[in-house]
């Protein structure tokens, strides 16, 4: 089924950014899956090995490594430490590394490992991120240290060391990365774009940054859940004014991804700024060592989760969703600015709007005065959002009438129609994106709330259609 059916579509929320499509290409594979499960499960290797083939070609040489649940599992400081002491490892018996003799016994193994990375015990037993400040961290584990989502400090585990991304303190960072490597910190994590207040990095203090990891034998690890794919490029760092695409030796060594493609995990660029130093050069050590990981330590994910995540690969591929987020960032951007130029002061600025391309963090009181859904978070005063990409989203008049406008009134009543005679309604708050309740929803806009005072009594100042709240705004 081709997605230019499929109009445009106000729910920016996407589950939390889980879907980048309303309607995926769906392969062949689904049929003999459903016809016949076991010949399909017997040519799973080829299934993982496509996958893993789609995923390095598509982000530029990552190998998606280890799978996990959710994305805040793989960003675990234990498990990215396992994981390079097993690179080190693996690097030794294999001769990788000219500089330490091959033939060793285990337990003796873990002396040149630590000269190797720079560490000492404290790196091993206890270790810890420095993390860049804005970065989203709310679960529960070590990043809920700064995560502002959380009544009490709820994080567990060692606490991040925190770095401001200031470029006035980027002087300052190789000092604060070689206090963060005294006290057992292993790598850096950073979001491209901060997930709580929309400011990107700069791509001053991400080469500043970059240059600081290199100099303290830290990893440099990216979270790309929320900003793959939508900022414009496969991986938010490869968009051009990073300048890392071209010089991948100076490259993030691990990317954290999940959310919309549809598998969590990490990967690897073994060709990395710090990767490099273990010696994983040709393809076959990389695979290697990518099937003694995911054989011995993860488990590879289930079939049907495998076949989507093809899917989603294949579509980003073949209907260039980097390229189609800067359309869509550009028109929704664009149509605010329209609505909002029309009860603005003659002269007055245009108001920012933070992100990159589709990923599009717009302040509160903004956001709340157009009938689209967000996802925002309860402290911030940023919603996201995060529109689909589909080809429909890639016209100006059809978002502007479908999305902004009353002539998308006839389609969102059909999506209410349907929701009542499946006994459902919208899935998140219009006014604190939370899974929604309550028989109050509105059958017009196909926006609802939840069934809590607060969002009940905001509920019913919604710009509604129905009321023609909207006249002379849209
Ligand atoms: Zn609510
Ligand atoms: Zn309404």
Redesign the pocket.
């Known amino acids: 089924m081709g997605n230019d059916i499929v109009l445009p579509d106000h729910d920016f929320h996407g589950s939390w950014g889980r879907r980048y499509t309303i309607c995926l290409p769906l392969s062949n594979l689904w049929d003999e899956y459903k016809s016949n499960r076991a010949s399909v499960e017997l040519r799973y290797d080829e299934i993982l090995a496509e996958y893993t083939n789609l995923f390095t070609e598509f982000f530029d040489g990552f190998i998606p490594l280890s799978f996990h649940a959710h994305v805040s599992d793989a960003s675990n400081p234990s498990l990215i430490t396992g994981f390079l002491l097993y690179t080190a490892g693996v690097s030794i018996l294999l001769g990788l590394d000219s500089s330490i003799p091959t033939r060793m016994v285990q337990p003796e193994m873990i002396e040149p490992i630590k000269r190797f990375y720079g560490w000492n015990n404290c790196h091993i037993t206890a270790p810890r991120f420095a993390v860049i400040r804005g970065a989203y961290g709310a679960a529960y584990g070590h990043l809920a240290y700064i995560s502002k989502e959380w009544d009490l400090s709820l994080g567990a585990g060692p606490e991040p060391f925190v770095i401001e991304p200031d470029d006035s303190l980027a002087a300052d960072l190789k000092d604060r990365l070689c206090e963060a490597k005294s006290i057992g910190c292993i790598a850096v994590v950073l979001e491209m774009v901060s997930t709580t207040n929309g400011l990107p990095i700069s791509p001053y203090f991400f080469s500043k940054l970059r240059e600081a990891c290199l100099e303290n034998n830290l990893f440099l690890i990216v979270d790309e859940a929320l900003t793959a794919i939508r900022c414009g490029s496969p991986f938010c760092f490869q968009r051009e004014e990073y300048a890392v695409s071209t010089a991948k030796s100076c490259g993030p060594d691990i990317v954290l991804f999940g959310k919309g493609l549809g598998l969590c995990g990490f990967a690897v660029n073994f060709g990395g700024q710090m990767m490099k130093k273990a010696g994983f050069v040709t393809k076959d050590s990389q695979m290697l060592m990518t099937a003694f990981w995911r054989n011995l330590v993860t488990q590879p994910v289930q079939t049907p989760v495998l076949i989507e995540a093809i899917d989603i690969l294949k579509a980003a591929q073949t209907e260039n969703w980097p390229d189609r987020s800067k359309s869509v960032g550009r028109i929704v951007r664009d149509l605010v600015w329209e609505a909002e130029a029309r009860t603005a002061m003659p002269g007055a600025e245009r108001n920012p709007i933070r992100g990159l391309d589709s990923m599009i963090l717009i302040e509160r009181h903004r956001s709340s005065k157009f009938?689209i859904n967000g996802a925002m978070l309860k402290r911030s005063m940023w919603v996201r959002w995060l529109p689909k990409l589909d080809l429909s989203m890639t016209d100006p008049n059809l978002v502007k009438n479908y999305i902004f406008g009353s002539e998308g009134v006839t389609n969102r009543q059909l999506k209410s129609r349907i929701a009542v005679a499946h006994g459902k309604m919208p899935m998140w708050c219009y006014v604190c994106s939370t899974p929604a309740g309550g028989p109050d929803w509105?059958r017009?806009?196909f926006?609802s709330s939840r069934t809590q005072q607060a969002c009940e009594e905001a509920f019913r100042h919604?710009p509604?259609?129905?009321?023609k709240q909207l006249k002379g705004r849209l």
């Not at 509604?464 to 009321?467: G, P």
């Open positions: 009938p509105c017009t806009c926006l919604h509604c259609f129905d009321r």
